[in-house]
């Protein structure tokens, strides 16, 4: 078990940043997702702190030994670390129990401790059934539970995992984040998870760090992040969200139009300067157009059935749209007027984007 302490850590290509002074605590025996999208430096940082790269500046630290700093790197072999990829990199001319075992071979334990371990490796991720069939036996599922029980079976201190799940159909990836998380919780591995799929990492993470071009834009736990975005990237990255254009008003409030919208500020800019008001669309109300407060007026312009909820898109008459996901049974009809209220407790003020 390991506590990682990440240092202003940057990683540069040529003059490209793909790392920018990047500080990050992992608690012993957290699990933490990196999310972000395509380029924004995951797999940089999970190279980086797997001792395959070096940092153009910055340290990392594993409780009170220095892992990497642009001076030296301890190789990976001596972190105690497993790496699992996104293609699960299985050896196909081995057998489910010939490619767990590998790792504990070369560490020239044993046979009866390599039973040990390997069973043992094989129980956690439910393989054990499977030992002596070969990878093109097996279901992608189950391939990358091969990938994971290897990485397991060494007995790491620390487990990074980068897009473990993405080659997966989208069920067994659903199945499967429950899995990660299921055998993370037995072993309390301190784990590092990428992912560009924020339902993952909103259920298989303990704290989220997401990142944007080499820089990490919020840490904090999967409601933090949810509830409490940053600013607007983060906020549109986890989730669906509705961004209204408005000025702050003196009391704290954003006037969109001629109406006023209270809400929580989190935002730096001064009262009269431009900022955004958002709110996500399931915490978006039809009301009555008499509601007082925090009411805005428009027209229905699309409603599409989605089973558990309608998705409905309303023009708003103060410019702009707003999505609102509202039940399922409800009908508003395209070209209807339609007033929606704005929970004030569900609406924060951020700043607009640079
Ligand atoms: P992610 O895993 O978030 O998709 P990466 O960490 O792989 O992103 O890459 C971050 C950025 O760094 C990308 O723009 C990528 O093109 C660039 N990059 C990654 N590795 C190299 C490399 N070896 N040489 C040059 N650029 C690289
Ligand atoms: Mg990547």
Not at 118 to 145: H, K, T
Not at 245 to 266: C, H, S, Y
Not at 271 to 278: D, Q, R, V, Y
Not at 321 to 347: E, K, Y
């Amino acid at each position: 078990m390991s506590e990682i302490h990440i240092r202003q850590l940057s990683r540069s290509y040529g003059t490209y940043q793909a790392l920018k002074s990047c500080d990050l605590i992992i608690p012993d025996g957290a699990l933490l997702a990196l999310l972000g999208p395509s380029g924004c430096g995951k797999s940089t940082t999970l190279q980086l702190l797997a001792g395959f790269d070096t940092p153009s500046s910055g340290e990392i630290w594993a409780d009170k030994e220095l892992l990497s700093s642009p001076q030296k790197v301890i190789p990976p072999e001596h972190r105690g670390i497993s790496l699992v990829f996104q293609n699960y990199a299985v050896w196909p001319h081995k057998t489910v129990a010939e490619n767990v075992a590998f790792g504990l071979k070369l560490r020239k334990l044993s046979r009866s401790e390599v039973e040990t371990r390997l069973n043992r490796a094989l129980d956690m991720v439910r393989l054990g059934a499977f030992r002596d069939r070969y990878p093109f036996e097996l279901s992608g599922g189950q391939q990358q539970r091969v990938a994971l029980a290897r990485a397991l079976a060494v007995e790491p201190k620390i487990l990074l995992l980068d897009e473990p799940l993405s080659n997966l159909d989208a069920h067994l990836r659903e199945e499967m984040r429950f899995e990660i998380r299921r055998v993370h919780d037995e072993l309390g591995i301190t784990t590092v998870y990428v992912t560009h799929d924020q339902g993952e990492a909103l259920v298989t993470a303990d704290k989220v760090a997401v990142m944007r071009a080499g820089v990490v834009q919020q840490f904090g736990s999967p409601e933090d992040i949810f509830e409490k975005p940053a600013n607007t990237f983060v906020a549109s990255f986890i989730g669906s969200n509705n961004e209204i254009k408005g000025v702050k008003d003196a009391g704290g409030a954003l006037r969109v139009g001629a109406t006023p919208l209270r809400a929580e500020d989190r935002s730096s800019v001064a009262p009269g300067e431009p900022a955004i008001l958002c709110i996500r669309p399931s915490r978006v109300q039809l009301c009555d157009p008499t509601t007082p407060g925090n009411r805005l007026d428009g027209t229905v312009k699309r409603s599409a059935y989605l089973g558990e909820y309608r998705d409905v898109l309303i023009d708003l008459a103060d410019g702009g749209t707003l999505r609102a996901f509202v039940a399922p049974h409800l009908r508003p009809s395209i070209g209807d007027p339609v007033s929606v209220h704005l929970p004030p407790t569900a609406c924060q003020i951020l700043d607009a984007p640079q």
